[in-house]
């Protein structure tokens, strides 16, 4: 684009300047800001133009057009009241670092009177060849954006297989350290915090568990417990169902973390032969966060929709086909005498065919009863259940001890905590030192962790709880309750009683799997003292009567 001499350009003087960096890094400690601004302004007084204003871009992609600056300059250059003639910019890749976004933004600007001028870069459109040079140029531009971006990338690929920390902001229930530096390179890693690690411990609790004997919990329900009680994110805003949901989800507490897992553009999910999986600080035990991941899994409407958890036929949203894990959902039969039989079948060798699963029916009457009769004669005998009830006792004693370990971890911090402030406050009340508004900054910090620490502890000590001691005599009587229950009453009504004590049947061709959970059958047996122990997944508005579910 050729500017004319000073007299030719006098009638179209006003110019906005354009300043633009990548990263944010950059706009801190660069000169590249600085640099542009010298030159343009340089080369504007050169030309006779007068600068209307400038639009500084510190750290924002040249890729696309979500720019705040930038769109706020397109927008006054097309439609304000007070027009440019013409935007002044270093070079072309400081507007635009995409070919068809730097050639779509250049004509809007010319429909509107508009120049885009490169210093750097002089092309004169009314040129054929010097258009097309322009456009190669814009092409050069975009090739080298994704190289960098492809070279950037594979060093951050490279620094998370080593265990480094990518990005600034770690996950809720981290913080980062710095373990070393490399030159001018800092390397963090990831280490728990404490306070967080609390509140995620809880909510996979709440999860599994329920608040008090409640019973599991979906993510609906923990949100609304957790901000009814006071608990916020960390930015101190209230908790949301999607952030819940992405806490019980995230493997990284499981001591799996995963990067490159979405492409920092489009935000799709890449194929799971690109991610990279790293060791991070484990907060959740591994079977733990596989139980939860179970539970989100069967509680979802597009995998177990509610009918088949209240229908009237007993065994559907608890009974899987072994091969495929789709549900056993009712399929009928006629006999050559006309009789109508009644089968559980595999639901995707219904929808897909043999081809996806080969699929597998057994009567639905014989399965029912292989199912209660199992679970009565063997389940819920009483030596049986004070076996299970015995090692689930044994195991949450094993965990009594990391949780003992925690609280003093937390105890030693809100120790170091209120000795900071101590010290602060000594240093006040001797005339060391003033109360400035540094100082003020600082004790309310130091405050602030104070009485999350506090918090923490006592959320620790709160969970703490003594060991759970049940009486054979309580064992024996839900055991009869619950034999009791199983065989008799309407479908729906035993159905809750089995969907309260086991969690999956499994049907393969030679045997019959039924699973369930330790500590969901001890909430069970605590729960005898009301006629119906704890109704789990989609079956709601449970009232502890005997005759109803109102």
Not at 171 to 183: A, L
Request: charged share 30%; hydrophobic share 35%; aromatic share 6%.
């Amino acid at each position: 684009m050729v500017v004319g001499s000073t007299a030719n350009t006098e009638h179209r003087c006003v110019a906005a300047i354009y300043l633009r960096v990548s990263t944010g890094r950059q706009a801190e400690t660069d000169l590249s800001i600085p640099d542009q601004r010298r030159q343009i302004r340089a080369w504007c007084e050169a030309h006779a133009y007068r600068v209307s204003g400038e639009y500084i871009e510190a750290g924002a992609s040249a890729t696309d057009d979500k720019r705040v600056e930038f769109q706020r300059m397109i927008d006054s250059a097309c439609n304000g009241d007070n027009s440019v003639d013409a935007i002044i910019v270093h070079s072309y890749s400081r507007f635009f670092r995409d070919a068809f976004g730097l050639e779509y933004y250049l004509r809007k600007l010319q429909k509107h009177g508009v120049k885009l001028v490169s210093i750097t870069q002089n092309f004169d459109d009314t040129d054929p060849a010097q258009g097309m040079m322009r456009k190669v140029v814009a092409l050069f531009d975009e090739y080298q954006s994704k190289e960098n971006a492809k070279h950037v990338l594979r060093a951050m690929k490279e620094n998370a297989r080593q265990g480094f920390w990518n990005g600034a902001r770690p996950p809720f229930g981290y913080k980062t350290v710095v373990v070393e530096q490399r030159g001018a390179r800092i390397k963090k890693k990831l280490e728990i915090d404490l306070v967080e690690a609390e509140v995620i411990q809880l909510v996979f609790r709440l999860c599994l568990e329920g608040y008090e004997q409640s019973g599991p919990m979906g993510v609906k329900a923990i949100t609304v417990w957790l901000n009814n009680h006071g608990y916020r994110t960390r930015s101190g805003a209230t908790w949301a169902i999607g952030p819940v949901h992405t806490m019980l989800t995230n493997t990284a507490y499981a001591g799996e973390l995963k990067f490159n897992k979405t492409d920092s553009k489009t935000r799709t999910r890449k194929v799971a032969s690109e991610h990279i999986v790293v060791e991070s600080p484990v907060i959740i035990e591994a079977t733990t966060f596989e139980h939860v991941q179970s539970q989100l899994k069967e509680r979802n409407p597009r995998i177990n929709p509610p009918r088949t958890m209240t229908g009237p036929i007993l065994l559907t949203g608890l009974a899987y086909c072994a091969t495929c894990s789709g549900g056993m959902t009712l399929r009928t039969g006629t006999s050559k005498t006309g009789k109508i039989h009644k089968y559980y079948s595999c639901s995707t060798c219904a929808r897909h065919g043999k081809s996806v699963c080969k699929g597998r029916s057994i009567r639905m009457d014989r399965l029912d009863d292989l199912v209660t009769t199992q679970l009565i004669d063997r389940l819920l005998a009483t030596e049986r259940l004070e076996l299970l009830l015995a090692a689930l006792a044994s195991r949450r004693a094993d965990k009594s001890i990391a949780v003992d370990e925690r609280i003093r971890a937390l105890d030693q911090r809100t120790a170091e905590a209120d000795e900071r402030l101590r010290r602060l406050y000594k240093l006040v009340e001797d005339g060391l030192a003033e109360l400035d508004d540094v100082l003020k900054d600082r004790i309310t910090a130091l405050k602030a962790e104070r009485d999350a620490a506090h918090a923490a502890l006592a959320r620790a000590q709160g969970a703490n709880r003594p060991p759970i001691v049940i009486s054979s005599d309580k064992v024996a009587a839900f055991g009869h309750l619950m034999r009791e229950r199983l065989t008799t009453g309407d479908i729906p009504f035993r159905k809750a009683y089995l969907g309260a004590i086991i969690d999956r049947i499994e049907v393969d061709d030679a045997q019959i799997r039924i699973m369930g959970r330790k500590d969901v059958l001890e909430q069970a047996v605590m729960a005898n003292g009301s006629p119906v122990p704890g109704v789990r997944s989609f079956v709601r508005k449970w009232r502890t009567r005997q005759d109803s579910n109102l």
